[in-house]
């Protein structure tokens, strides 16, 4: 089935629930066991509200079938679905790859807490493609990838990387928040673990905090029982919205590509822009992977200011009526923030002169948005 049907369908059995068509909201901790036989079998599908209620589980077959995976995994946040992801299959005296444009945080946590328990962490250039090949050692356990970069927008060329990855038995993870899992199915690329904040498309209306992370049937087991092992446990409110979100993906991401193309290639119009990082503009060196790997792009992209300060920025950003700063993106309304990915590069060059900005195009008229950011263009110029 097509993705717009999966995303309308999976995961609900309203003749389970008296034809209901949405799943219950159920709050466990004690589950009962009928019979003595029954508790000591362990054979029920819901024994404890940790490991899961069919609320949880509605929320994962959804996500499964979406991703074309053979089991999701749930996380309290989208960074709890990475740092979980990689705890699963790491020890002491591995060493793994990570990508240089990979979000922060996902950073952080490689180089505070994995490098503490022995973990040898090393940066490539998103660009390295099938030269990956030649940064694989013989204890190499996992590559880390994020396509594309949500900060540089830089587009991976993951089947190449899977292909070098896989000749040494080396197990390739994504993070595909990018895409909402809508406009990419890195499974069928053969990566081996896809992971995604839902916070951002999946949620899609800024009110949950979550993560999934979708397995290929190689790697499920292991994450379950890594994530099991450390108490991972998600609020049923939490799941509920996100399912909500979940049915609408569709819909909402075929407008996010629409409208953020169109805010894209009137950027490339303005003066004072001197640099548009949107894969699916034919200039962007990213394009032809994004074309092949990708059936659209969602509203996060980056773009440069060609000079400004922080006064001109200020009185650019202070005022925008629709553009709202904030972290975190894939709600339905719109955001714009400057941001300095120099900082968090030591594998490869970002020296792009001028201001580097992300914006999040939502679902708002796109006539509306390009207005407010003409305005606040123009106010910059004047300050
Ligand atoms: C936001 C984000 C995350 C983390 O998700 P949270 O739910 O905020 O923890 C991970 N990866 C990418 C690419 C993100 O943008």
Not at 198 to 221: F, L, P, Q, R, W
Not at 256 to 279: D, F, L, N
Not at 297 to 310: H, I, P, R
Not at 316 to 322: E, G, R, S, Y
Request: aromatic share 8%.
């Amino acid at each position: 089935m097509k993705d717009n049907t999966i995303v309308t369908h999976a995961g609900n059995h309203p003749f389970d629930n008296h034809g209901i068509v949405n799943p219950p909201v159920y709050h466990a901790s004690t589950v009962l066991s009928p019979t003595l036989a029954a508790r000591i079998e362990r054979s029920a599908p819901v024994r404890y509200g940790r490991s899961g209620t069919p609320t949880t589980f509605a929320l994962q077959e959804a996500m499964t079938a979406l991703e074309h995976a053979h089991g999701t995994v749930l996380a309290p946040s989208g960074l709890a679905a990475i740092t979980m992801a990689l705890a699963a299959f790491v020890e002491s005296g591995d060493h793994i790859l990570i990508t240089d444009s990979t979000y922060t945080p996902t950073r952080n946590f490689a180089n505070n807490t994995l490098t503490k328990l022995g973990i040898e962490v090393e940066y490539f250039d998103p660009m390295v493609g099938a030269g990956i090949a030649g940064q694989i050692r013989n204890n190499t356990r996992l590559v880390w990838t994020e396509c594309p970069g949500s900060q540089t927008f830089d587009v991976q060329d993951l089947p190449a990387i899977v292909k070098a990855a896989h000749a040494r038995d080396v197990i390739v993870m994504t993070d595909n928040t990018w895409s909402g899992g809508y406009f990419r199915k890195p499974l069928d690329e053969g990566v081996d673990i896809s992971v995604q904040a839902a916070t951002k498309y999946i949620v899609g209306h800024s009110d949950v905090m979550m993560g999934t992370i979708a397995c290929n049937e190689a790697t499920y087991e292991q994450v379950r029982a890594s994530s099991a092992s450390f108490g991972m446990s998600i609020g049923p409110n939490d799941v509920y919205l996100a399912l909500r979100g979940l049915r609408t993906i569709g819909v909402r991401m075929d407008r996010h590509h629409e409208s953020g193309i169109k805010v894209a290639q009137w950027m490339q119009t303005r003066p004072e822009i001197s640099r548009v990082m949107h894969p699916a503009l034919p200039e962007d060196p990213g394009h032809e992977i994004w074309k092949r790997d990708f059936t659209g792009a969602s509203g996060l992209f980056g773009f440069v200011l060609k000079e400004t300060n922080q006064d001109k920025l200020a009185a650019m950003m202070d005022n925008m009526t629709l553009h709202g700063m904030g972290s975190s993106w894939g709600g339905y309304e719109s955001l714009l923030i400057p941001n300095w990915p120099e900082q968090s590069r030591t594998a490869s060059a970002w020296d792009v002169e001028g201001q580097c900005m992300r914006i999040h195009v939502g679902l708002e008229d796109v006539g509306d948005l390009i207005a407010d950011l003409e305005a606040g263009l123009e106010r910059m110029n004047k300050a």
